[in-house]
Each structure stands twice: as C-alpha cells, then as structure tokens.
C-alpha cells in the first residue's frame, strides 16, 4: 500500500489543482489548496478606517464567515491595475485574508509552474510564485501569502478594534 | 517562421546582427543572437519592471519581450515586427532568452568595432563603421536597464 502511495505522488510529480480567476482583462490562478471558499459580494462590509493606513488601501472591505472576520484585498489595487468590477470573494486558507476577484472560471490541473524570468525585477516577483501554460496561455500563478503580510494583519485588526469600540476611546479621553 | 543566425561568420568575433529601429540600425554582438523570430502572439500581465511590454513562448521557453527602442530612439520608435532573440546574462551567473522588437530584417556582418569616443549613451560599447554609416554596438544588459 506505502509503494503504491509512493508511485502515486511520483506520477503526480508537480502536478497541482489551480483555480483560474480573472481581474479586468487579465487571468490568474491561484493554487486550489489555498482557497477555503468562494463566496460572493453579498456579505462584504466597506472598511472606513483604512483612510488612515493608506500603504493598506487595497483592503476596502471585511467579511464575517464563520465566526471570522476576513480581510479582503482588492485583486486590482493589490496587482496596481486600473480599478475592476469584482463579483467574487477567494476566502484564503489558515487565515483571516480574502481576495476580491472579477469572475471565477474553472479548476484545472497544472503539469509544472515555470519560474518567473529573471528578466522581471519588479513588485511581480513577490506577486507570483511563477507562470503556468494552460492551453498556450501564459498564466501568473499569484502567491496568496503575498496579499498581506503579518505586519499589515496586525495593524489591521488593531484598527479593526479601535474602529468597533469608538465610545471606548472617548471615555478613555474624557476621565483622562 | 523565424531565422537561425548560424552562419560561419557568426564564430568571429568580429561578427555582429545588425537590427533596425525606425531609420536607425544597431548592432549586437553575433554571439549573443539566438535567432530573428516573426511576429508572434505576446502575452502580458500586471508587472513593474520597466521596458518589460510582455512574454513570448519559444520552443518551451518564456521569453521576456524588453522594448529597447524606448530606449534607443525614444519618441521615434515605428511599429515593431519581428522579434530579435538574444541571450542576457544576469549578476547571479543565469542566462536568458530576451525579445528585442524590432521594425525590419537583420543582417550578419563583420567588421571590427572601434572603441568608444567621445559622449555615448551608457549602453553603446563601441562603433562599426559600415560605409557612410556609424552604427552603436549595444550592450544588452546595459540597455535592459534603461539608462541613458
């Protein structure tokens, strides 16, 4: 039974289940194993406070799921593109992030992800763990640890609080 | 359709591709020219890296496409139509396929180059003189970098 399990992960190689996801023209994908869950707009709450941590403008909105708020990042702001029309929401995996993507199309199963070249210096090379090639297409496949780091987690859920106990703040002002 | 540079003067080291932008050719060294490919599907996706406009896919390989014209011609660079394949070496040791694109057919010479004189852009290692015309021999990573 091990010797057939091996043989197994040995065929599969690097294979790996991607979901393919587009923001304005262009498609990504984002490793299947990353994603908790697909939801859409419906729950989404607009962030206010973020006005006042403009480096994290790319998180418009929350979601509660689950008994969890969830971050989400906006897949155009954080990818520096022109302001899209999301309608979906990836729910990352293990933690409290969510990406706000423009359409979802479809599961598919990668034979290898090539490296970026080293031509590419920029922001990219922390975006994306690589390239795949589905059917001729060059298609990102983007990091979801890149969204937001531990920093950025931490400084939003402390604004997160302020911004839910504001009366706390102000009896703390007063009695000072 | 694309055509290999693999002549016999390619193993001087005299031998050189010259390329044209617009009314202008440059040159590279012929040791570095892979091949000058026809127009080919580009792809693109979000990035930051400057002159970078995409990637081809070539034989398996991607190959970043750089737009050297916005640096060796500026506002004066005309539509590009083949592609220009050469290899680029990086400071870690790696190598590369790169795209350059360029606006015609590109021609094997050899002739010697003559050293840099006088104020030449950062990227121009020396000249050839190819009858009336003086043509810049181009550092391709130099000019990848955008400097002028």
């Known amino acids: 039974m091990r010797f057939f399990k091996k043989e197994q992960r040995k065929r599969r190689g690097n294979r790996e289940d991607v979901i393919l996801f587009a923001v304005g023209p262009h498609t990504f994908a984002i490793g299947a194993k990353a994603v908790e869950k697909i939801e859409n707009m419906e729950e989404l709450r607009p962030i206010q406070f973020v006005t006042a941590l403009p480096k994290l403008a790319k998180v418009k909105h929350s979601l509660d799921h689950t008994g969890k708020t969830y971050f989400v990042v906006d897949a155009s702001t954080h990818l520096l593109m022109p302001p899209s029309h999301p309608t979906r929401v990836l729910l990352l995996r293990g933690s409290s992030i969510a990406v706000a993507v423009d359409s979802i199309d479809r599961i598919v199963e990668i034979s290898a992800i090539h490296p970026l070249p080293h031509a590419f210096i920029g922001e990219e090379r922390g975006w994306y763990r690589g390239v795949a090639l589905i059917q001729d297409a060059v298609v990102p496949v983007v990091n979801s640890e890149s969204f937001l780091s531990a920093a950025d987690l931490k400084l939003l859920r402390a604004a997160f609080a302020k911004s839910l106990h504001p009366a706390k703040q102000m009896a703390g002002a007063v009695s000072a | ?148």
């Open chain 2, 1 to 148: 359709m694309s055509t290999p540079v693999t002549t016999p003067l390619r193993a001087s080291k005299d031998a050189y591709v010259l390329f044209p932008l617009g009314k202008k050719r440059f040159a590279l060294p012929a040791s570095t020219v892979t091949e000058l490919a026809r127009p080919d599907k580009m792809q693109n996706f979000p990035h930051t890296t400057p002159l970078l406009t995409g990637v081809l896919v070539r034989r398996g390989h991607i190959v970043p496409v750089c737009d050297v014209a916005q640096v060796l011609v500026r506002p004066d660079a005309p539509a590009r139509k083949f592609y220009l394949i050469a290899a680029r070496k990086f400071e870690s040791g790696a190598s590369e396929w790169t795209a350059l694109p360029v606006t015609g057919e590109c021609e094997l010479i050899n002739a010697p180059m003559l050293p840099r004189t006088g104020p030449l852009p950062y990227h121009v290692t020396g000249l050839l003189s190819i009858g009336n015309e003086i043509i810049e021999v181009v550092n391709l990573e130099k000019l990848a970098e955008g400097r002028s």
